[in-house]
């Protein structure tokens, strides 16, 4: 069975990886380091298909070190000694290069027991992961080593390899083939910045389009339906999972519409209707609250409907909730008072309850001040009456403040009047 097209239209050289100009062109310090001779430990970072495995091997070849490659999902501690035991003999007279591509699923343990080597020089690692590096890797060999982070690529320079690979498939074949207009447009746009996809996507194009006098024929229809989804890149343990979320909330907090609609749709076309539901229901609460409280019902209102109906339909009403978060004032004043009240309680700054304040509990004979003395506020002008509520210990505490919005200042105005401020 032939390796996928990917692999086989893999670059051979720095000059041939599509993108990431910012790490390899000329004069950029990756490139410069490449180019010495002299390897240092390496952390390439960076969504899948943009180039780090290919780069990798690149480097490989231009070092007179002993290639070892491992991937974190299925590599063990014994493949790591076996590496380890080729060190200083005719195997591996120079030392080992080891590209162990994954890096992110290799746990602590595993990690730690290539600390040794690295640090006395016996093996340069280049490790791979699409997972930020400062969460995932061991702070030891990341302080031995210098991360680079790649970029995902984009659709013109995605689709000088879209015909790059025509060609190639053209070549190898002997069919002859003929593009629609836009075809290679909207593969290299369609794939999400990952070349690989896009390069996959070509091939699937190519092999179901049906030879006519040895030429094949690429419809953009075609295209569309072989490349389907790929822009989507989504894992719901990865980062890309929580920059979407993030993104999302963060453009409902800044009333941009459009913005929140977008991420909405990725979240959805991913199928994550949970975390979608979830994000809108706190943002409603945390970033609108007070300045419009009625929102919480609504939003939770939408959100009911939007389960009870699902997808696809499901994307109405969430459309509605997020235009609507979006169009309001806002106000993050409850959820900064709760967080100072959290503060204090994590401080130990609490202290007795009132005595007003407490379940009514049975007087011995030895207190001299029988009672608990509990003004009822309904009892008095306003339903109000000035009484202390917080413990002595804290009695200054100062938690809420009112927000400058319409509606927190009416209740201002309204209590300062009430309590004679």
């Known amino acids: 069975m032939p390796a996928p097209l990917a692999d086989r239209l893999r670059p051979q050289s720095l000059d041939d990886i599509v993108g990431q100009k910012h790490l390899l062109g000329q004069g950029s310090a990756l490139r410069n380091i490449i180019l010495s001779g002299t390897l240092p430990n390496l952390i390439f970072y960076g969504p899948s298909g943009v180039g780090k495995t290919t780069l990798a091997g690149i480097i490989a070849l231009s070092t007179n070190r002993t290639l070892r490659k491992l991937n974190g999902t299925n590599a063990s501690i014994s493949d790591i000694k076996d590496i380890v035991a080729q060190l200083d003999t005719l195997a591996a007279p120079n ?3 080891l590209y162990l ?3 992110q699923y290799f746990n602590k343990k595993q990690q730690q027991s290539l600390l040794e080597y690295i640090e006395n020089g016996k093996i340069t690692l280049i490790a791979s992961t699409t997972e930020n590096p400062y969460f995932y890797i061991y702070n030891a060999i990341l302080s031995r080593s210098t991360v680079f982070e790649f970029k995902t690529v984009e659709p013109g320079e995605i689709e000088v390899s879209v015909i790059r690979a025509f060609d190639f498939l053209r070549d190898e074949t002997g069919d002859g083939y003929k593009l629609e207009k ?8 369609a ?5 690989r996809k ?5 091939e699937l194009c190519f092999l179901t389009a049906q030879p006519k006098n040895k030429t094949r024929t690429i419809t953009l229809q075609n295209a569309k339906e072989l490349t389907q989804r790929s822009a989507m890149k989504y ?16 453009s409902m907090r800044g009333s941009d519409a459009n913005a929140a609609l977008h991420y909405l749709a990725r979240l959805l076309e991913a199928g994550d209707l949970a975390s979608a539901t979830r994000r809108l229901m706190v943002c409603a609460c945390e970033d609108v609250g007070l300045a419009y409280p009625l929102i919480i019902p609504i939003v939770k209102s939408a959100v009911d409907a939007a389960f009870q109906v699902g997808l696809p339909e499901a994307r109405i009403p969430l459309a509605d909730a997020v235009v609507l978060v979006c169009n309001s004032p806002k106000s993050n004043s409850a959820y900064i008072a709760i967080d100072k009240a959290i503060g204090d309680v994590r401080k130990g700054k609490t202290g007795p309850i009132p005595r007003h304040l407490q379940n009514v509990h049975f007087d011995g004979e030895d207190n001299e001040n029988k009672g608990q003395f ?3 506020p309904h009892e008095y002008k306003n339903h109000w009456i000035c009484q202390r509520y917080l413990p002595d210990d804290i009695k200054d505490a100062s ?10 200042q009416a209740a201002k105005e309204y209590w300062d009047k009430i309590k004679g401020l």
């Open 95 to 97: 030392g080992v290069l």
């Open 101 to 103: 591509d994954e890096i």
């Open 182 to 189: 836009g075809v290679s447009k909207y593969i290299a746009s």
């Open 191 to 195: 794939c999400g910045g990952d070349v």
């Open 198 to 202: 896009a390069i996959n996507a070509v």
């Open 235 to 250: 894992d719901r343990d990865g980062d890309e999972h929580y920059d979407i979320l993030s993104a999302f909330q963060k």
């Open 374 to 376: 509990y003004n009822y």
């Open 399 to 408: 938690y809420y403040q009112y927000g400058e919005n319409r509606n927190e």
